[in-house]
């Protein structure tokens, strides 16, 4: 294996990582089966651990190859072993260690074979090491590797795999590649790049409101055609005025489909071998559509051995527009970063029947708001994603309503709509479209998009790392993030917003000497905070979601 010539450079990893250890809160409990209601609560994996886990203990990586003097990082499978881990080395003379907060940090010393060994609460797991002689660092781009989890051998997928570095979409971080627990590969657009934003003044950073039709085309093993899906917007031929008062649907219509600009398909059925994915970003300009750019990608597929090798580096590009200019940044962060969150939260799946309908959700529906405080937990991935906010804000008023509103309009722009049943459970069958799936913010980081409590946690996360009390809304049919706020002139939202009373208002909370504010995650373009809808049908009960006095309106202060 050839070394990435940037995993030496890992100061700003290892200052992020004091405070994990601290955030590693107790999980909830799995039971089998709880009666409730006439429903059922039936756990589906059974390997939890005896203190009642939900996720069995393991290393996230198991077997690697360095070189001398090259840095690699270990760490436990699942985040919430964080806390509780002690790492020891069999030959320190081969590697040397050093461990703080759960995180392995191991260098090359001399060649040869050893290994390390982790222990937590009585379990063991170990990783394998063999380190060589160092090489030259430049002749191809490091692998990308994906696992899937959901497969008894760990197959994994090896991105761009003949591009060089920055060549193709894996690599640029315009695609991320996810596997879901119905044996489905899911490609969706995870970012957004300056050279995309120039394509036409116009644009804004978000795809699904920048682009009249985003169309992918999937070809697989021996060149067959695999899956495509197309998501398109009805534009009016006359645009409204547009502002942070609008949201994708108010100025183009519905889109064509229900999901975000992503595709899915059956890996699983479909075997191993070379796939290649191709994204047409169409626009439409008064003259007709053209095709403004088309994103491409490659992953071989392969059959795995049981190991893995978590260290390399993947990157996000950002770039958004908003009233006071055009920001961008790009974050590089470890596969290991978002396999901890991923790996823990697939293991906690489990059905609800209720009303003979079948429901796929990873939370226990009568510990809701325990579980919204164990999921907001952020770690070195969005804690660097908040260092990036911050240096792209460039103000001091880093307290203030404008840095909040800052922070939301990210979320709002830069992250699209996803389905839940499509990214974390998939397939044809009838259970699909009742998947509840609730990632953490690492996970929506990395596919780009998830649906209103994904984006919700994500943005609360965000707040509350600047400073801010966060928490989150439930209401029927929605989440929607909250933020905390000392000095904030409602009236100027809806002012600046052009919103009527008839349609919006201010959702609002008063607690203590400060109010919580909602702040909309899925609009797709930016909407004040606290404006938020008051007329909303759901199965056919129409709801002010402004009214936080309901007893179906909850708060969650994380």
């Not at 943005?459 to 790392?465: D, E, G, R, S, T």
Request: glycine share 10%; proline share 3%; hydrophobic share 35%.
């Amino acid at each position: 294996m050839l070394a990435h010539p940037e995993r030496n450079m890992r100061a700003s990893l290892r200052s992020d990582r004091s405070g994990i250890s601290g955030m590693a809160a107790a999980v909830i409990t799995a039971v089998s089966v709880i009666v409730i209601c006439m429903s059922a609560y039936i756990l589906l994996g059974d390997d939890k651990g005896e203190d009642g886990r939900s996720a069995a203990f393991g290393l996230s990586t198991t077997s690697i190859t360095i070189e001398e003097g090259e840095i690699v990082t270990v760490t436990p499978i699942s985040y919430i072993y964080l806390d509780s881990v002690e790492y020891s080395v069999y030959d320190d003379g081969v590697v040397s260690i050093s461990s703080s907060g759960g995180y392995c940090d191991v260098t090359g010393m001399t060649p040869g074979k050893t290994s390390i060994t982790a222990v937590c609460e009585g379990r063991t797991a170990s990783c394998e090491i063999e380190v060589v002689e160092p090489t030259d660092h430049f002749i191809m781009a490091p692998e990308l590797r994906v696992y899937d989890m959901n497969s008894p051998d760990l197959d994994l997928a090896i991105l761009d795999a003949n591009g060089f570095f920055g060549s193709g979409g894996f690599r640029t971080g315009e695609l991320a590649l996810s596997f879901n627990a119905a044996g489905y590969a899911v490609v969706s657009l995870a970012g957004y790049t300056k050279d995309t934003l120039t394509i036409d003044p116009g644009f804004i950073g978000n795809y699904l409101t920048d682009f009249y039709r985003i169309a992918f085309s999937v070809t697989g093993p021996d060149g067959q055609h695999v899956a495509d899906s197309t998501y398109s917007r009805n534009v009016a031929d006359s645009l409204p005025v547009m502002g942070p008062w609008r949201t994708a649907s108010d100025i183009f219509g519905s889109s064509s489909n229900d999901s975000c600009a992503e595709v899915g398909f059956p890996i699983a059925s479909l075997g191993y071998g070379e796939y290649s994915i191709s994204v047409d970003l169409i626009h439409k300009i008064p003259s007709g559509t053209y095709i403004a750019k088309t994103i491409t990608g490659t992953f071989e597929y392969m059959e795995g051995d049981g190991t893995m090798d978590s260290n390399e580096y993947f990157v996000r590009p950002y770039a958004w527009k908003d009233g006071s200019g055009i920001h961008g940044f790009e974050i590089e962060f470890p596969y290991y970063e978002y396999l901890m969150y991923y790996s823990e939260n697939t293991a906690r799946m489990t059905t609800y029947i209720s009303g003979g309908t079948t429901y796929y959700m990873n939370k226990d529906p009568e510990a809701e708001k325990e579980y919204v405080r164990n999921i907001c937990v952020g770690g070195t991935l969005c804690n660097l994603l908040s260092e990036k906010l911050e240096s792209a804000y460039g103000g001091s008023d880093l307290g203030t309503p404008e840095y909040a509103q800052f922070i939301l309009t990210f979320v709002q722009i830069c992250y699209g709509y996803g389905a839940d049943n499509i990214l974390y459970y998939g397939g044809d069958g009838a259970y699909s479209s009742n998947t509840d799936y609730w990632a953490y913010p690492a996970e929506t980081v990395w596919a780009g998009n998830g649906d209103c409590e994904d984006t919700s946690i994500l943005c609360a996360m965000l707040l509350k790392n600047a400073g801010f009390g966060a928490g989150v809304y439930f209401v029927p049919g929605h989440a929607i993030a909250a933020v905390a706020l000392t000095d904030y002139d409602t009236s100027k939202a809806l002012d600046i917003s052009h919103l009527g009373t008839s349609e919006y208002g201010i959702m609002e909370t008063q607690t203590g000497p400060v109010t919580y504010y909602g702040c909309e995650t899925t609009t797709e373009r930016s909407r004040a905070i606290g404006v938020i809808d008051t007329s909303v049908d759901v199965n056919g009960t129409v709801y002010d979601y402004c009214d936080t006095s309901a007893d179906w309106c909850k708060l969650y202060v994380i």
